[in-house]
């Protein structure tokens, strides 16, 4: 996985993560509200902005600011030593209101509000467009700056309406006290109630009808251009955009539809796993997602752990996989937990197309398209907790979706786990990388030291690398894992080494 002559030796080479920023730290001893609570990250293809939903149905943008500036000549660049591979810095945006609660007469059944998915759309007219969907609902968004309008020649001065309610526009022009014949007063403010009723001689010759003037100034909005609903009767647990940027999927546990992005009342089912019986029901779609470059092509995994590459153009319901990609059980190893934990929670195509990963509940697997025998790697994240399943199980841990993430050169992956730490692991030819970091201003702060060993290059397929295992419930400080604070969303920049993850109602971004 990759691109040139050099990369090989450069990727071998563990990175040195340092924190970037941190956007809603919580102070030490204070309470998270639930609707805080991050529940969704992606980078647009750019890198130049950042979306996050929570559980309150908000969706949050932030935008990159450090690429404003480096716009001067190269010759000054050069003279001030200026670094061009600066990390990623970002700002707040703007946010709005994506989703409220609701409730299914029909079903008896609350909706939730929470925000699970994220995609961005392409851009247009300088105009932003993202989707987003609870369990339900599928919004798409389009967030543009709008100049603002303001009013002006009022026949009020603005201290006379100050007691009558506001007026709009911060621009009142100034006419001079003219009074009409009958003893009315120009300056009153017609519709409101006032206290003034001396009416001295004169009058006002004439009325002046407000004028509407756009500014120079702007404002973001947000808009919902299109909603597509009444689609599934199941949980959307995916939503992906089609490289053809006309189209676009959702799946929930037993269905996967096609949308077109224009068409938000019509939807084509595409796949359907659903038995006459439910009773016969033994597995269900856990996460969909289209190959980044082949509009026919998307994968989907199963709650048994197995994934499956259809392509679109064999028939109109792909019921049929062109391909299956699952880890054969070694003999003797199967328990209760087996089935719970080899359940894929994410999938997501390396830049490529030419990989997978997924993330069951112990490890990420790195699957290549053209081999279908067995994943080329396997990254143990936690393998430390296998002795709790148990624990694991009666608290609902063992339940927790955590996603995954691949670099934009495909040269190293990354996924969360439990007491706000996550992982980075190289998949390179003869890397052996295998980082854990806290999500807090400190990152090697409770760093984890794994046994190396040596990695086989991506193109061999005769085994499998297995790295990352490590045999304390302790992390290095002798402290005990919260399985409470878990985390379980974080994304990777598209174009640079930077990551931006979520711990409860805070986002943390860290760069190499």
């Not at 009808?209 to 909603?227: F, M």
Request: glycine share 8%.
């Amino acid at each position: 996985m990759d691109n040139g002559g050099g990369s090989s030796e450069a990727a071998a080479q563990p990175l040195e993560w340092k924190f970037s920023q941190v956007f809603g730290e919580r102070t030490a001893g204070e309470e998270v509200q639930e609707v805080d609570i991050i529940s969704a990250i992606e980078f647009d293809k750019s890198g130049d902005h950042l979306a996050t939903g929570d559980r309150g149905g908000r969706v949050v943008l932030f935008e990159r600011t450090d690429t404003r500036d480096n716009g001067g000549q190269r010759r000054d660049l050069e003279m001030m030593d200026y670094s061009m591979s600066r990390h990623p810095e970002f700002r707040y945006k703007t946010e709005f209101q994506s989703h409220e609660p609701e409730f299914d007469y029909l079903k008896s059944l609350e909706i939730e509000e929470k925000i699970n998915k994220i995609r961005w759309c392409q851009s247009a007219n300088s105009a932003l467009y993202l989707l987003s969907t609870n369990d339900k609902t599928i919004k798409l968004w389009k967030v543009q700056e709008k100049k603002v309008k303001k009013v002006f020649d009022w026949n009020v001065h603005p201290e006379k309406a100050a007691g009558n309610g506001p007026i709009f526009g911060s621009h009142v022009s100034a006419i001079p006290k003219s009074y009409m014949a009958n003893g009315g007063c120009g300056e009153r403010n017609f519709g409101c109630a006032s206290n003034d009723s001396s009416f001295p001689p004169g009058g006002v010759s004439s009325l002046r009808l407000p004028v509407v003037v756009t500014s120079q100034e702007t404002n973001l909005v947000a808009g919902c251009r299109r909603i597509y609903a009444h689609a599934h009767d199941y949980h959307i647990n995916s939503i992906s955009n089609n490289s053809d940027g006309e189209t676009f999927i959702s799946a929930d546990d037993l269905r996967i539809n096609l949308w077109n992005l224009e068409i938000s009342n019509q939807s084509f089912n595409i796949v359907d796993v659903k038995p006459a019986n439910m009773e016969d029901l033994t597995e269900v779609i856990t996460s969909a997602e289209f190959h980044p470059t082949h509009c026919n092509m998307l994968a989907y995994s199963s709650s048994k752990g197995s994934i499956r590459l259809i392509d679109m153009r064999q028939s109109a319901l792909c019921d049929t996989h062109s391909k299956l990609f699952e880890e054969q059980e070694a003999p003797g190893t199967r328990s209760f937990f087996t089935e719970i934990i080899a359940s894929i929670s994410d999938i997501k195509f390396a830049r490529n197309g030419r990989h997978i990963l997924s993330r069951d509940y112990m490890t990420l697997k790195l699957w290549d398209i053209n081999m279908d025998s067995g994943p080329v790697a396997t990254f143990q994240v936690h393998e430390h907790l296998r002795p709790k399943l148990c624990d694991l199980y009666e608290n609902d841990s063992i339940f927790d979706k955590f996603e995954c993430c691949l670099s934009g050169d495909g040269g190293r992956v990354a996924t969360g786990s439990y007491s706000n730490l996550f992982r980075v692991f190289g998949c390179s030819e003869g890397s052996a990388e295998s980082t854990t970091l806290e999500a807090s201003k400190n990152p090697m702060r409770r760093q984890v030291q794994t046994p190396s060993r040596p990695s086989r290059p991506l193109g061999s397929l005769s085994g499998v690398v297995r790295r990352g295992a490590d045999n304390s419930a302790l992390d290095a400080n002798g402290n005990a894992f919260d399985f409470s604070m878990k985390l379980l969303h974080l994304a990777w920049h598209p174009s640079e080494n930077s990551i931006a993850c979520a711990a409860s109602n805070s986002l943390y971004m860290y760069y190499a």
